[in-house]
Nanobody, 114 residues
Framework: VQLQASGGGLVRPGGSLRLSCAASGSIFSINAMGWYRQAPGKQRELVARIVWGGMTNYADAVKGRFTISRDNAKNTVTLQMNSLRPEDTAVYYC?????????WGQGTLVTVSS
């Protein structure tokens, strides 16, 4: 399974960004896809995750600001990030779980700064 992520960049505090991730390759079934992030000097942490049946879960720090969604037909997951804060600055990684696989995307940098 290959994951192609896009949408990172530089944004001012209070701004918005949208991250997208497309899964391709040997996809037989998707259990869940999600986004994790890793800030400098910190461990990778869950941001948001969506089970393919539709259930979602979010980190407390992003609840009410970020929304994860999926497109079943395109095997994509999107993270809409609003009201961004400097502490959201990190490399964001797409994750895929399904068919016995646990795959990671290459990471996309999100920088929130004035």
């Amino acid at each position: 399974v290959q994951l192609q992520a896009s949408g990172g960049g530089l944004v001012r505090p209070g701004g918005s960004l949208r991250l997208s991730c497309a899964a391709s390759g040997s996809i037989f079934s998707i259990n869940a896809m999600g986004w994790y992030r890793q800030a400098p000097g910190k461990q990778r942490e869950l941001v948001a995750r969506i089970v393919w049946g539709g259930m979602t879960n979010y980190a407390d720090a992003v609840k009410g600001r970020f929304t994860i969604s999926r497109d079943n037909a395109k095997n994509t997951v999107t993270l809409q990030m609003n009201s961004l804060r400097p502490e959201d600055t990190a490399v964001y990684y797409c994750n895929y779980q399904g068919g016995g696989s646990n795959a990671w995307g290459q990471g996309t940098l999100v920088t929130v700064s004035s």
